[in-house]
């Protein structure tokens, strides 16, 4: 008689798994031990159609009744029980193959436990010494118990057949082999099992009520995704699943993870933006953040790429990849050849912002460390590109010339077939183009200045929104009723302003373009006029003080210090649409503030002698705002940011005698 695990005790299963003190990563550790052992090899392809990995995803994660072996499923139908608490309730998407997967088990968390290596494709297997950094996969948190190996089983096994099990045996023998069967099929050692488990409960299995005679339905123990399942009543049945659409039109509500307002703004205006400030101040967790609200409201784990900078960067195969004679053998035109192309993953993330239908989708590079190398000779490339701008698809110089886009096409053709950017590449070759940078592509670096890392040039502070991050006092910071005021942003409303980068005209003036932006919103017209002058008034008389000094600056600057306002008001009306406010035009003024510290100020560098007393007057300038008769500015200290960040600057060149805006 077919025999079964209830639909009851998969949910206890999920409900204690959720509750365990173990990062939900275990899993992804799990599926490797298990696809290695279907592989038969010491080292795993982290491909999407590796069948292998596609099996132990499946095994694990499926919401299929039987876990299915196709690629072919639709959104939301992997489930891991050990992140039902977590904000996505345990789902994720059918990217899971080629994104959620290898970049999980490429990351931090398996630092030691994981090596990941390049061989034509990435290829990943278990460090030599994994087993004494096992232990991370552990959290601290005392309060909570290790997984049960009876709950890891019992879900692995949840739609097979245990009648052989249960048939002749006690319930305590039943389960007993079905761990010792698990062990076997999923390839975990008994030091595994020490260091990550916690041993079966013999007073649960006294009899077999937790079997039955037909497959439970994953409808009924499955945690709804609209709540969390502990707070939520099993619902007896699923929401009908709708039909993916195109993600070039998302259609998913509104994300709840918010995002900074001030990166998204200064994204969407330039395209590339540097976060300066001392380590541990949350650089780059502004960042993963504006990727996991936009991974969410598009439904898409493909559109981020984080890489951490290294110190031995010396030029850019690191970014863009390089050309390898010595690859693993292939097959072209039936003779073998072994010249590849190694595809890093800053590669990968332009071609998939290059596919024709993601073209619309904002990617985020996120650079991390950016100055533990010399930018100037990793990234050089990119730098002449922003200066003269985003283009139109098939214009401008490429990144990646025709010919090795043809070698990548034909690469992943052989490795890869049917990814994002097997797709990219084979248009491009199509096309007999080479890859630009893609409009819809925004980069995000993180530094820190200290005697390990590399000053910044003027040349790249030039081409980029340097948004500095200060550090909180620690009496501050641990106050209780301290709360943070950073603006945020939707992942809809940041969706609505990381629009592709248009080409800059030089046919409109920038203050001209401002106020035609702003009659399409529907700001008033002698507000936009009040601002236009006021910026003209503001930039006109820095100019004047930093000339004198030798740091004029040209018509670009002023072109995005206006292109900045442009996404500042349409942010301003998504959010006001988003809440239902009327439109208000409050806070201008602290945008003009912010977009002159981050495109004004970095220009500033130099000794007492070069600059002068330039730092006092373009301090004392702005400290007079309100009272020079400028519109709409009569607060007494309307430019704070600008000003505090001038006479930080002036102390230090007082006590060392230099100063430059990266502290």
């Not at 209830?6 to 959720?18: C, D, P, V």
């Not at 073998?336 to 590079?365: G, K, M």
């Not at 790249?460 to 006092?473: F, K, M």
Request: include cysteine.
């Amino acid at each position: 008689m077919p025999s079964y695990v209830t639909a009851k005790r998969i949910e206890e299963t999920i409900e204690r798994l959720g509750r365990a003190r173990v990062r939900g990563t275990l899993l992804d550790f799990l599926i490797l031990k298990r696809a290695l052992k279907l592989k038969n090899e010491d080292a795993l392809p982290l491909k999407k159609t590796e069948p292998a990995l596609i099996q132990a995803v499946n095994e694990y994660l499926s919401t299929q009744k039987p876990a299915s072996t196709s690629i072919s499923i639709k959104n939301f139908n992997f489930f891991n029980p050990i992140k039902s608490e977590h904000k996505t309730k345990g789902y994720n998407t059918n990217d899971y193959y080629s994104n959620g997967f290898p970049d999980t088990i490429g990351g931090g968390t398996f630092a030691g436990i994981i090596d990941v290596k390049t061989l034509g494709v990435r290829h990943a297997s278990l460090s030599q010494d994994y087993l004494s950094h096992l232990g991370d996969i552990v959290t601290t948190d005392k309060s909570r118990q290790l997984p049960r190996i009876d709950d890891v089983a019992l879900w692995y096994y949840r739609d097979h057949d245990l009648d052989k099990y249960v048939s002749s045996k006690t319930p305590l023998e039943a389960i007993e082999f079905i761990i010792e069967d698990y062990k076997t099929d999923g390839n975990i050692t008994d030091e595994e099992v020490e260091t990550l488990f916690q041993r079966v409960e013999a007073t649960e299995y006294t009899d077999f009520s937790w079997v039955t005679a037909e497959v439970a339905d994953p409808q009924i123990y499955l945690p709804p995704r609209g709540a969390r399942a502990q707070s939520t009543p099993p619902q007896t049945t699923a929401p009908t699943p709708t039909s993916p659409t195109p993600l070039s039109v998302p259609t998913a509500p509104s994300s709840p993870v918010s995002c900074s307002f001030d990166l998204v703004v200064a994204l969407a205006a330039r395209g590339f933006v540097i976060l300066s400030g001392p380590s541990g101040t949350g650089k780059s967790r502004g960042g993963l953040q504006l990727a996991g609200a936009l991974k969410i409201q598009l439904d898409d784990q493909e559109l981020l790429a984080f890489v951490p900078v290294g110190a031995d960067w010396t030029d850019t195969r690191h970014i863009l990849g390089y050309r390898n004679p010595f690859g693993p053998p292939r097959q072209v035109g039936g003779v073998e050849t072994h010249e590849t192309y190694q595809l890093e993953e800053p590669l990968r993330l332009l071609l998939r912002a290059a596919h024709p239908q993601r073209e619309h989708i904002p990617h985020l590079l996120l650079l991390d460390e950016m100055n533990l190398s010399h930018v100037e000779r990793y990234f050089s490339p990119f730098l002449s590109l922003m200066e003269s701008g985003r283009t139109e698809e098939g214009q401008g110089v490429p990144l990646i010339s025709a010919d090795n886009i043809a070698l990548i096409s034909d690469v992943l053709e052989h490795v890869e077939p049917g990814s994002s950017e097997a797709e990219a590449a084979q248009h491009l070759k199509t096309a007999g183009r080479g890859l630009t940078l893609p409009p819809n592509v925004f980069i995000i670096g993180t530094i820190n200045v200290d005697e390990t890392t590399y000053m910044f040039s003027p040349k790249v502070l030039d081409r980029a929104q340097v948004i500095e991050i200060l550090s909180v006092p620690p009496k501050v910071y641990l106050d209780p009723s301290h709360t943070e005021t950073e603006l945020t942003l939707s992942g809809a409303a940041a969706l609505a302003v990381l629009r592709p980068l248009a080409p800059t005209s030089l046919k409109t003036r920038p203050n001209q373009a401002f106020l035609t932006r702003a009659q399409e919103l529907g700001f008033p017209d002698h507000w936009a006029s009040d601002v236009s002058k006021t910026v003209e008034y503001v930039l006109q008389k820095a100019y004047e003080v930093l000339e004198q000094v030798g740091f004029a600056f040209g018509y670009r600057l002023v072109n995005e210090v206006f292109a900045y306002l442009e996404v500042w008001i349409l942010a301003q009306k998504e959010q006001c649409d988003e809440t239902g406010q009327a439109l208000s035009t409050d806070g201008w003024h602290d945008a003009l503030d912010k977009v002159f510290s981050q495109k004004v100020l970095p220009k500033i560098h130099g000794n007492r002698r070069q600059l002068n007393d330039s730092l006092t007057k373009l301090e004392t300038f702005l400290r007079g705002l309100s009272t020079q008769g400028v519109p709409n500015l009569g607060t007494p200290d309307p430019m704070p940011v600008s000003r505090q960040k001038l006479e930080r600057m002036n102390r230090r060149l007082n006590a060392t005698g230099y100063t430059t805006f990266v502290e």
